[in-house]
C-alpha cells in the first residue's frame, strides 16, 4: 500500500503564489493532484506520467506546474496567479501499474485558502 502524503497548504492573498508537495512511500507510476472545494465534487487538477507527460484542467492551465522527482518519489503542484475560487482541499494521487485506469492511492489532503 503506497502511502501518500501532502505539505504546503496555507492561506495565501489572491494573486500570490503557492508550492503543494506529495511524498510518495514508494515507486508510482503517474500520479495526480486533484481538488474540492465545500459543496463540490472533487475535480482534477493536474497529471504527470513517470515520463513527464503532464495534463491540466482548463481551470488551471497557464497558472499552475505539476512536477515529479522521480529519485524521492515526491510531487510538486506549483501554483501561481492564484484566485479566491482555487480555495479548496487539494489531494495527491497515483496509479499503482502503468495501465491504471484510475488513481489507486490518495493522500489525506492539504488546505489551501486564497482571500480576496
Known amino acids: 500500500q503506497v502511502q501518500l502524503v501532502e505539505s504546503g497548504g496555507g492561506l495565501v492573498q489572491a494573486g500570490g503564489s503557492l508550492t503543494l508537495s506529495c511524498a510518495a512511500s514508494e515507486r508510482t507510476f503517474t500520479m495526480g493532484w486533484f481538488r474540492q472545494a465545500p459543496g463540490k465534487e472533487r475535480e482534477f487538477v493536474a497529471s504527470i506520467s513517470r515520463g513527464g507527460n503532464t495534463d491540466y484542467s482548463n481551470s488551471v492551465k497557464g497558472r499552475f506546474t505539476i512536477s515529479r522527482d522521480n529519485a524521492k518519489n515526491t510531487l510538486y503542484l506549483q501554483m501561481s496567479s492564484l484566485k479566491p475560487e482555487d480555495t479548496a482541499v487539494y489531494y495527491c494521487?497515483?496509479?499503482?501499474?502503468?495501465?491504471?485506469?484510475?488513481?489507486?492511492?490518495w493522500g489525506q489532503g492539504t488546505q489551501v485558502t486564497v482571500s480576496s
Open positions: 494521487a497515483a496509479k499503482r501499474n502503468l495501465g491504471s485506469p484510475k488513481f489507486d492511492y
